[in-house]
């Protein structure tokens, strides 16, 4: 359903940061096969630990020079005005963001230079190509919200209540990118997306580090009592969530999107456990729901998040297709099929192939 102030817009050089992560490499190879996108991508990733260029091998080898690689940290303000000059650049899909919420209570300096700084960067880069500049889509997070109690879902007038590092550095990056439609009139949305699983996600984040663990037999970290809630989306429907409000969301508003799939995290390490028992027995036939370990909870740890996108769903007609039960099946199947990847990964060898291709 489309109402009479959306627009569809036509984007020719499309920048996307952060592509060689989890969720950005799924988008571009989501916008390359499944959309009716038909311009250029422009990646511009600096390539942390979570950036991995293997990700995207298969859009790399095969969609040059619709798809152009540019190894650039958005926290260089001077890198970013030359690509968006070099490249004519009319759009932005930001994903680029230290994301992981255990690191950024180690080491939160990270999170305020990529998160902040770096969203500043790409706003006042896009500032500076005028009327020819299209749209600026800022990917954001439920985190910002803070934690919800038994009852409730965030909606987007909830207030913002961050509590880690990474969620306040994010809200602080909502907030700008607001900012700057209210003040500058840049063209911006935004999308607050509850917790992501599929493929090519990094292996300390929940599912894929419990699927790798329980495979080598190793303990299954579960912080605290393990009942702590996320509200699962399978990444592909992320990324059509993302396209659609591209393409006919309102300008300056926010979105919310989530997947009608409220777990406890006990919940989904058992169910791991018992996809693998069934389709990758242990060698000694071992149940893996033995390795579950309860161990020290995360400072901070928000109890429960749930999403209420009835705002996408009735303005723009979108919807999660994956059920979280098929989805978790896929995504275990797909760890198990990726023996190189996660073997490049657990040895660091990418990082090594990184700094041989583009220097340190
Ligand atoms: P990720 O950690 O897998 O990937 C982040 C990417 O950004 C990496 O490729 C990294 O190299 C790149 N990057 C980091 N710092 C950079 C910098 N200074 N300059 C250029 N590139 C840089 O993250 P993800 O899980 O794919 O998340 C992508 C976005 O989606 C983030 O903004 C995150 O806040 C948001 N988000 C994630 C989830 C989730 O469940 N993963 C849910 C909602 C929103
Ligand atoms: O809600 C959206 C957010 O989801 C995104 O903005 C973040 O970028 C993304 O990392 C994710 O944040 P979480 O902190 O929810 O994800 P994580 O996979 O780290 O943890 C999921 C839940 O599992 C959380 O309650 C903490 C718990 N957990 C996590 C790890 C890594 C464990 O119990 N054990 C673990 O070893």
Redesign the pocket.
């Given at each position: 359903m489309k109402t009479d102030n959306q627009r569809n817009a036509e984007f020719k050089n499309l920048l996307v940061t952060g592509g060689c992560g989890f969720i950005g490499s799924n988008f571009i190879r989501f916008l390359i096969n499944n959309s009716n996108f038909s311009g250029r991508i422009i990646n511009v990733d600096s390539l942390t630990y979570a950036g991995n260029p293997e990700n995207l091998e298969d859009i790399a080898g095969n969609f040059s020079p619709r798809y152009i690689f540019q190894k650039a940290d958005i926290c260089n303000a001077g890198k970013l005005e030359a690509i968006f000059s070099q490249y004519d650049i009319d759009a932005i899909c930001h994903f680029a963001?230290e994301?992981?919420?255990?690191r950024s209570i180690k080491t939160p300096g990270d999170f305020i230079q990529t998160n902040i700084v770096g969203t500043f960067n790409l706003l006042e880069a896009a500032k500076s190509r005028g009327d020819q500049f299209k749209l600026f889509h800022h990917v954001?997070?439920?985190?910002v919200y803070g934690s919800l109690g038994s009852e409730g879902l965030f909606r987007e007038d909830t207030p913002y209540r961050p509590s880690?590092p990474?969620?306040a550095s994010?809200a602080a990056s909502d907030h700008l990118a607001r900012a700057y439609h209210k003040t500058f009139a840049l063209p911006v949305t935004i999308s607050n997306?509850?917790?992501?699983y599929g493929s090519y996600q990094f292996p300390?984040?929940?599912?894929p580090?419990?699927v790798l663990n329980a495979l080598e037999g190793k303990q299954?970290?579960?912080?605290?009592d393990?009942k702590?809630?996320?509200?699962w989306l399978y990444v592909v429907d992320h990324c059509e969530a993302i396209w659609t409000i591209m393409q006919s969301g309102r300008i300056g508003e926010t979105y919310n999107i989530g997947g009608n799939a409220e777990m406890e995290?006990i919940a989904?390490?058992r169910l791991i456990c018992d996809i693998l028992d069934e389709i990758r027995p242990a060698a000694d036939n071992a149940p893996r729901r033995h390795l579950i370990t309860f161990?020290k909870d995360?400072p901070g740890?928000?109890l429960r998040?749930a999403i209420d996108f009835t705002k996408i769903k009735n303005e723009l007609g979108w919807s999660p297709r994956e059920s979280f039960q098929s989805g978790l099946r896929k995504t275990v199947e797909w760890y198990l099929n990726q023996n190189q990847w996660v073997e490049n990964i657990k040895t660091g060898a990418y990082q090594t192939w990184i700094k041989e291709q583009y220097g340190s």
């Open positions: 963001a994301s992981h919420v255990d954001s997070t439920d985190e880690s990474y969620s994010k997306c509850s917790n992501n300390e984040k929940l599912i580090l419990i299954l970290p579960v912080y605290g393990g702590n809630v996320r509200d995290n989904i390490v161990v995360r740890h928000d998040y």
